[in-house]
């Protein structure tokens, strides 16, 4: 941001790209909380513009004069020294981000999907203009987890990150396990409460999680992980069983982030996994959020809260808003994703215990079978439960840790043996020392 944007005794003039659920909440709140910002941080902001495509309808709590449909109003204004972007998209919202910050005008954005695909080219582009380039609202919305690890925790040496990172999901996995609902029902009750939307793809599947989980580990651990290096399974394939099965063996069923330093290369993924009834991630309830940080220096921390809604988002907005306002050129801050060159650990190499329930034909020497395909690629067998007998039988088995590679040519053996029926369920197991 120009020196002169935000000096001098006139406001800070803010122009906000969007204004649906966020952009709104940004509007109130600055209306609301003018004074305590001003007294706080010594400037008054001032709405300046507000894009959206359609200017005709009114918006509650927005001056319908601020209202424009041309994208040159915010981002070619220069009396505008801070553009907050809560449209969402990728494109035209790129191309908007990326003229703003030319001119020099900082940038708040609310968009994990852009952040987690074009993140370091738009850090960039804020560092050769001189504009800063926030993003605190794109991972958890009001729980200030990007702050902590670009401040609180820089000198730490963050070796793991491991999230509840999709309040939709959260919410999900506890209906099915608090009423033992099937995973459709529990989707329905989501969407009928707002927690879900019509079109849930982006959240069941993981996806939403992965570009959050993208943002938090390129911070914790200074490396660039674009979308592309986090592999997520979601929700959608699970199965009431064994959200049930999980329970009676000691654990409950998270959709989990799960970021590690392996070696020194970084390794992120996003897949439903069973956490151990005790482990404090696993009281992490209903829509929530949670991510807990882990380094040597500071052992864990966790922090805790609501990961979505306008409020919500909104507050972390103006936090980001005035932390640009109190940051000078040349800060730490502004080096916070400097690349540490960190390269991006293969996902075979990763390991972790494993819970894999399959039918089988309830015949001797079953399993000892399928014990020596697991001896064979050197998993081992942490826990058995068999129920039912004949040719429905079901084997329930929780292993210790091993890594992706061997468990998946293990399963492309087990699914050959001719006891087996169907499609063995696989799920990760967090454990101590054995990761996600
Ligand atoms: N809602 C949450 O809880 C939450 C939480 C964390 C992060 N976020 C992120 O915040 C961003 C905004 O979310 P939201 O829930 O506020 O979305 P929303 O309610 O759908 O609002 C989007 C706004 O952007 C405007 N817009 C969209 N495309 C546009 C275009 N091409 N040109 C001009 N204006 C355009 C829309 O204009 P019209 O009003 O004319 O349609 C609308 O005002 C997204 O990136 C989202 O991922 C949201």
Known sequence: ???????????????????????????????????????ASGHRLEVARVLVR????????????????????????????????????????????????AR???????????????????????????????????????????????????????????????????????????????????LERAQELG??????????????????????????????VHLDDVPYEGI?????EDIEQAAALGFVVKLLGVARLVDGAVS???????????HRLASVAGPDNAVLLESRATREIMLVGPGAGGDETASAVLADVLSILGTHQGSFLHNALADAGRPIAPVGDVR?????????????GVLARIASVFAEEDLSIRSVVQSGSGDGASLVLVLHAGTERRMAAALERIRGLE????????????????GG
């Open 195 to 224: 927690y879900a939307e019509a079109d849930p793809t982006e959240d069941v599947g993981g996806a939403d999680a992965a570009a959050k989980m993208a943002i938090l580990s390129s911070i914790a651990f200074h490396t660039r």
């Open 104 to 186: 020099g005008a900082s940038v708040v954005t609310a968009n994990k999907q852009l952040l987690s695909r074009h993140g370091p080219e738009l850090l960039a582009a804020a560092q050769d203009a001189g504009a800063e380039l926030r993003f605190e609202a794109s991972a958890c919305a009001a729980i200030p987890v990007i702050k902590v690890l670009r401040e609180s925790l820089l000198a730490a040496e963050i070796t793991a990150v491991t999230g509840i990172v999709n309040g939709t999901t959260n919410f999900i996995l506890t209906e099915m396990a608090r009423s033992g609902l099937a995973y459709g029902t529990a």
């Open 419 to 434: 006891e087996v029926r169907g499609e063995p369920v696989m799920l990760r197991v967090l454990g101590s020392g054995e």
């Open 1 to 39: 941001m120009s020196a002169a944007a935000a000096s001098g005794d006139g406001p800070v003039r803010v122009g906000l790209l969007g204004c649906g659920t966020v952009g709104q909440a940004v509007v109130r709140l600055i209306g609301e909380g003018g004074a305590t910002i001003e007294r």
């Open 236 to 240: 959608d394939r699970l199965q009431a």
């Open 268 to 278: 992120v993924r996003v897949h439903p996994a069973l956490v151990p009834a005790g």
């Open 352 to 364: 972790s215990a494993f819970y894999l329930r399959m039918s089988v034909a309830d015949r001797p």
């Open 54 to 101: 359609d200017a005709s309808r009114a918006r509650p709590g927005v001056d319908p004069a601020l209202l424009t449909t041309d994208p040159a109003d915010v981002l070619d204004d220069p009396s505008i020294a801070i553009v907050i972007e809560v449209m969402g998209g990728l494109d035209p919202t790129l191309g908007h981000l990326r003229r703003a910050l």
